[in-house]
């Protein structure tokens, strides 16, 4: 495997750099500033409302007990994405983790998704994780692609069982695969599209 040391600087599609590092208490108020500045079409379906202080101290304290890990992508100073793993520490689904992944629309198709995901499956591995799944909405056709390109397959369809903010109904899809698939699906992924090898 690839290094995946945290903090590091990766190279971008577009030539930039981009720093990641795992999230900090210290890195709240940008945390709230990239979800505050994100779309009201892209926060229509995410599963928590996060814009709101009360989010902000939930999410602290699930990294603080261990229950969550984040990993921020940063480009001049100011959080562009961010990746999360949510995981159990006890019982029957310990071993089972679930990724969230967004990524500001003005960074998109850059690699900085991907380079997210990279770190945050390494992160899973590394804690004794063999499944991650990811829940979204059937409207979400990119990021459905984007998963199946990593390997994921629907495990289950529940329907109308998310509301929107507006209370709009929408299918969940749960998506699912072994972290060994994602890695390898990812590398391969990197080899066809190394940002150094990208024409500028």
Not at 97 to 120: C, F, K, P, T, Y
Request: hydrophobic share 40%.
């Amino acid at each position: 495997m690839k290094n995946t040391e945290l903090p590091c600087i990766a190279r971008l599609r577009n030539g930039k750099s981009a720093t990641l590092a795992l999230a900090e208490a210290s890195d709240g108020a940008l945390l709230l500033e990239f979800y505050r500045s994100m779309s009201e079409e892209d926060r229509l379906v995410l599963k928590d409302d996060v814009t709101t202080a009360e989010w902000l101290d939930r999410f602290l304290a699930a990294l603080h007990r261990g229950e969550a890990l984040s990993v921020v992508g940063k480009l001049d100073g100011e959080i562009r994405g961010e990746a999360t793993l949510y995981r159990t520490l006890h019982g029957w689904a310990r071993h089972v983790g679930e990724i969230r992944l967004n990524v500001d629309r003005s960074a998109r198709g850059q690699g900085l998704g991907l380079e997210l995901a990279r770190h945050i499956v390494k992160l899973a591995i590394d804690r004794g994780i063999d499944k991650l799944v990811a829940h979204m909405v059937d409207s979400q056709i990119a990021a459905k692609r984007t998963f199946e390109k990593l390997g994921f397959h629907k495990e289950a369809e529940l329907p109308g069982h998310v509301k929107d903010i507006l209370g709009k109904k929408y299918d969940l899809l749960v998506y699912a695969n072994d972290v060994s698939y994602i890695w390898s699906a990812m590398e391969s992924m990197l080899g066809d599209f190394r940002p150094d090898r990208a024409t500028r």
